[in-house]
């Protein structure tokens, strides 16, 4: 199985979110310290992933949004 680039931003998404949670908690100091590591980690990779995508797009900047292209009035 090939893990794409919005595996890792989910991924990441839920350890930091995780983490949050654990240090409201009052979780272990240990605990919250090394799953932020860990999380901090996932996002350096994230980031990688995302930007080494090989993701195309016949999309253009002139396709602007697509719910309310440039130069119609609402």
Not at 13 to 34: E, G, H, P, Q
Request: no cysteine; glycine share 2%; proline share 1%.
């Amino acid at each position: 199985m090939k893990n794409s680039a919005m595996f890792w931003v989910a991924n990441t998404t839920l350890t930091l979110v995780v983490v949050t949670i654990m240090a409201a908690m009052n979780f272990s100091f240990n605990w919250v310290f090394y799953i932020t590591v860990l999380g901090q980690s996932m996002v350096v990779y994230m980031v990688y992933k995302v930007l080494t995508d090989n993701y195309t797009t016949k999309k253009t900047f002139k396709d602007f949004y697509e719910d309310h292209p440039i130069g119609q009035t609402s």
